[in-house]
């Protein structure tokens, strides 16, 4: 096992822990994967939840940016309540579970390409009945 599934492993385990969701996998490697090289540095994994300017890059940079939506309010309602759900004692955000959790609330695994995946997977169940 390597060092990047190490962490994916740990953001599975604290989705089910905090968020009571069982991940899918795949689409969580995907978004481990997008996060790029932040996983491996000690602060750049972690959302630092009580600065503005933090919560505005994941609005502007992931919600925006990455998952193509539209300003409006409830970008920065879904991130308070990811947050919230990950716990205000909890001082480890991590960074790929909360975007995971945003791209689940918003309904945008097919950015990750798993839209295709599923429907694949659908089509072949299908043909078999």
Known sequence: MGRRDDFIAMYADQLR?????????????????????????????????????????VKDSFLKKKLGLPESPELMEAINEVLATYGKSNRHKFRAPVYYMLTVMFGKEDIYGMEAALEADLGKIKARF
Do not use: M, N, R, S
């Open 17 to 57: 822990d905090y968020f009571g969701v069982d991940p899918d996998v795949e689409l969580l490697k995907a978004v481990t994967i997008g996060c790029g090289p932040c996983i491996y540095d000690d602060d750049g994994c972690l959302i630092a939840a009580t600065q503005a300017h933090e919560l505005k890059t």
